[in-house]
């Protein structure tokens, strides 16, 4: 079946160093790929997203490219801040049968004044 | 627009009790999803419903959890009777179908803690 598997955390960084959390899936077709973020006490909301092969999404300063020939979807962002400590959870949702959404377990990311 | 209404945002009780969650949707969305969260199992998917009508709910853990949309704007998930392992973050999300893609759009979660 589908599924995401991501990077564990947590993932600890200093402020301004750059970001990858790594993300790859598996999916029969082309599904849509998303990336969600979680800040504390708060539900899940979308960061970027991309639709077919190719296509980078990009939100905030992230940005995440869909990679059909490694099936991957990496989240990259150049300098980061204190206020991206969050959790991030790469997600497909495939384009046929059901509508559901699938979920990666979730990165945890610090980042260090 | 409010986005996805949830309550309470914490629910504390002894376990054998009935607990109640409410949801209500973002208008106009036809898809209505519950989630769990735990440390320990991550995001788990319980149940979710198209135009009202339960669709999947292969991830309801045992008959102790039920889950009901009487019409488009408002949801409920029991648990009867809770027990401790239920204790966990459970977040109600909604979606449109039609859209270009299948963003969800999630509440703020109920914090449930089960003594």
């Known amino acids: 079946g589908d599924s995401v598997t991501q990077m564990e955390g947590p993932v600890t960084l200093s402020e301004e160093a750059f970001l990858t959390i790594n993300c790859t899936y598996t999916?029969?077709?082309?599904?849509?790929l998303f990336w969600y973020v979680q800040y504390p006490g708060e539900g899940l909301q979308l960061l970027l997203k991309a639709t077919k092969a190719d296509d980078k999404g990009s939100n905030k300063g992230f940005e995440a490219t869909y990679r059909k020939e490694t099936t991957s979807f990496h989240l990259e962002k150049g300098s980061v801040q204190v206020s991206d400590s969050a959790v991030y959870f790469c997600?497909?949702?495939?384009?046929?049968?059901?509508?559901?959404?699938?979920f990666g377990a979730g990165t945890r990311l610090f980042v260090k004044a | 627009d409010a986005g996805v209404i949830q309550s309470p945002r914490h629910e504390v009780t002894e376990m054998g009790q009935e607990v109640t969650l409410r949801c209500k949707p973002i208008?106009?969305?036809?898809?209505l999803f519950w989630y769990r969260q735990t440390m320990m199992r991550g995001l788990e998917l319980l149940i979710y419903?198209?135009?009202?009508?339960?669709?999947?709910d292969s991830g309801m853990p045992e008959d102790r959890f039920s889950a009901k949309m009487p019409n488009a704007s408002f949801s409920t998930l029991k648990i009867q009777p809770s027990e401790p392992r239920d204790s966990a973050v459970y977040f109600c999300?909604?979606?449109?179908?039609?859209?270009?893609?299948?963003?969800?759009?999630f509440g703020p979660g109920t914090r449930l803690t089960v003594l």
């Open positions: 999300a909604s979606s449109l179908r039609g859209a270009s893609y299948n963003e969800q759009f």
């Open positions: 208008s106009g969305h036809d898809y």
């Open positions: 999916a029969t077709g082309y599904p849509s």
């Open positions: 419903f198209n135009n009202n009508v339960p669709i999947d």
């Open positions: 997600a497909l949702s495939p384009n046929t049968g059901g509508f559901k959404t699938i």
